[in-house]
């Protein structure tokens, strides 16, 4: 089945960064769009960055300037390079990508920041 699995997630200091990695198995997705999403308890979740597999890219509010989506089509991979975290982006990071006409999602990983 197809499985999408985030890590590099974990406690930092405000200021400090995080790699986050998404790597799909089941589908190749170097044909389809994939992005990172975070959510925090008790508010919708939000999209941080997709990028198509031509490699356009958006961002959100939360990540223009600190954040770089990237991908790996061989390793059917998705990256989320953070810099200068903040209090705010404390959340779970989820990584999906658009299959079959559908979101396929990973189980996510906690980042944490403090200050």
């Known amino acids: 089945q197809v499985q999408l699995v985030e890590s590099g997630g974990g406690s930092v200091q405000s200021g400090g960064s995080l790699k986050l990695s998404c790597v799909a198995s089941?589908?190749?997705?170097?044909?389809?769009?994939m992005a990172w999403s975070r959510q925090v308890p008790g508010k919708a979740r939000e999209l941080v960055a997709s990028m198509s597999s031509s490699g356009t890219i958006d961002y959100g509010p939360s990540a223009k300037g600190r954040f770089t989506i990237s991908r790996d089509h061989a390793m059917n991979a998705v990256y989320l390079q953070m810099n200068s975290l903040n209090v705010e982006d404390t959340a779970t990071y989820y990584c999906?990508?658009?299959?079959?006409?559908?979101?396929?999602w990973g189980q996510g990983t906690q980042v944490i920041v403090s200050s």
């Open positions: 999906s990508g658009n299959k079959y006409a559908r979101a396929f």
């Open positions: 089941g589908a190749d997705f170097s044909t389809n769009t």
